[in-house]
């Protein structure tokens, strides 16, 4: 079993940052994907952004340019770097590992976090 642990949400304004981390423990294979996505109220769950083991990564539209994932050191920790906020970034942001590489994003499959809560407001 995978377990996965976010932190990092909270409440920012527009136009600031926030960084996002998740650490995946327990039988992890060596090669994985990892990534993020998330859920706005009265939306679907949707791809942020997701990374694999071999560092190719794919990004929504409405965040290329703005966020940033990564995964330093090759641990098995990723991290999402999110920069010029909007109030639509909004949501529930949640981790996802799937043992496989793939830039496609999930569709519920694999290991997910609990979820952080991400406010962008003034």
């Known amino acids: 079993q995978v377990q996965l642990v976010e932190s990092g949400g909270g409440l920012v304004q527009p136009g600031g940052s926030l960084s996002l981390s998740c650490a995946a423990s327990?039988?992890?294979?060596?090669?994985?994907?990892m990534g993020w996505y998330r859920q706005a109220p009265g939306k679907q769950r949707e791809l942020v952004a997701l990374?694999?083991?071999?560092?190719?990564?794919n990004y929504a539209d409405s965040v290329k340019g703005r966020f940033t994932i990564s995964r330093p050191n090759a641990k098995n920790t990723v991290y999402l770097q999110m920069n010029n906020v909007k109030p639509e970034d909004t949501a529930v942001y949640y981790c996802?590992?799937?043992?496989?590489?793939?830039?496609?994003?999930?569709?519920?499959?694999?290991?997910w976090g609990q979820g952080t809560q991400v406010t962008v407001s003034s």
């Open positions: 990374i694999t083991s071999h560092g190719s990564t």
């Open positions: 327990g039988s992890i294979f060596t090669i994985y994907t």
């Open positions: 996802n590992y799937r043992p496989v590489i793939t830039t496609q994003p999930s569709k519920d499959r694999g290991t």
